[in-house]
């Protein structure tokens, strides 16, 4: 067991082999991976769906780049257009795309090698999919900081955050989100003044994985302008030049500082108890910040969120 744990935190910038690390260790459920496939065979059937439609009902296995931008915003309602464009850049690199008019081979990109490697692309579906409920779990805490700054957290007030993170989720999915926080099976058993410690609620929130319903408040806009915000998502492809790194199917070096954790999973090098609470978390300090012996970065939207991975208890 020791030596397959260790494979696994050597070799955890593989998005698949860092999933199962979080999952064998407690930090995620195991239906993470399943909803992962979900989505990578949702989009599988959305491209021959658009591939259909382009041709007029028969479809040829190909799809002009120009389309893609609407087939991803289609699958994956809640995501940010930046990290859609981030979905775009690796459809191009994968693709060669240089121009709106070419032809995008997707049955290429659900393919794998005889390693068990995907594309590009189906790796940057998968890391957000990892990353996603990290990053909910993020903004709940920060949220949640400036109403308790480090002292024990009320179930209204981790209602009111979730409420703040996500406005559209339904109140009985922020209730059971809630009561998974504080170490109940059903929110009936929940009362709403009851406290528990900021870092225990995060780390029991984390294991339920929360997605959002709605997308990120600056995302947002009229149905009038859904036009405009469509128009935002990469519809030329991207110039830029490859890294060794993406060539490689890794995650890149990070362009920002990464976040410090206000608190540590069990077992993970740093400050802990008091001293960890008394510090509250800004853009440069976070609890859900993942320390690990080696820092990968990770593409969480457009902008490079360095996720130093929570070292194994």
Not at 38 to 61: I, N, P
Not at 123 to 138: A, M, S
Not at 239 to 257: F, I, M, V
Request: aromatic share 4%.
């Amino acid at each position: 067991a020791y030596n397959v744990f260790d494979g696994l935190k050597r070799f955890r910038h593989e998005t698949e082999l860092d999933l199962l690390l979080e999952v064998l260790s407690g930090n995620l459920p195991e239906e993470l991976h399943a909803a992962q496939m979900k989505a990578v065979e949702t989009l599988r059937k959305a491209f021959a769906e658009a591939d259909a439609k382009e041709h007029s009902g028969a479809a040829e296995g190909t799809l002009k780049r120009k389309g893609v931008p609407a087939v991803l915003r289609k699958v994956f309602p809640t995501k940010s257009d930046a990290q859609l464009n981030a979905l775009l850049q690796a459809l191009d690199r994968d693709q060669l795309c240089l121009s709106p008019e070419a032809l995008v081979r997707y049955a290429d990109l659900f393919k794998e090698d005889r390693d068990g490697n995907t594309s590009t692309f189906i790796q940057r579906v998968r890391e957000q999919g990892l990353l996603e409920p990290r990053d909910f779990v993020i903004q709940c805490e920060l949220e949640l900081w400036s109403s308790c700054a480090g002292s024990p957290v009320s179930a209204e007030q981790a209602m009111a955050a979730i409420s703040v993170v996500d406005p559209k989720k339904p109140k009985t999915e922020v209730g059971a989100l809630v009561a998974a926080g504080f170490g109940h099976e059903a929110q009936s058993s929940l009362a709403l003044e009851e406290t528990v410690a900021l870092r225990t609620f995060c780390k029991r929130l984390l294991r339920k994985a929360p997605m959002r319903t709605g997308r990120p408040a600056k995302d947002n806009g009229t149905k009038s302008g859904r036009r405009k915000r469509i128009s935002k998502l990469s519809v030329v492809p991207s110039q830029a030049p490859l890294s060794p790194a993406t060539c490689k199917g890794e995650r890149e070096t990070p362009s920002t500082p990464s976040w410090e954790p206000s608190f540590q999973h069990d077992g993970a090098r740093g400050e802990s108890g008091a001293g960890a609470a008394s510090r509250a978390p800004s853009m440069s300090s976070c609890s859900l910040s993942f320390d690990a012996p080696r820092s990968a970065s990770t593409r969480l939207g457009g902008n490079v969120t360095t996720a130093r991975i929570p070292k194994l208890a």
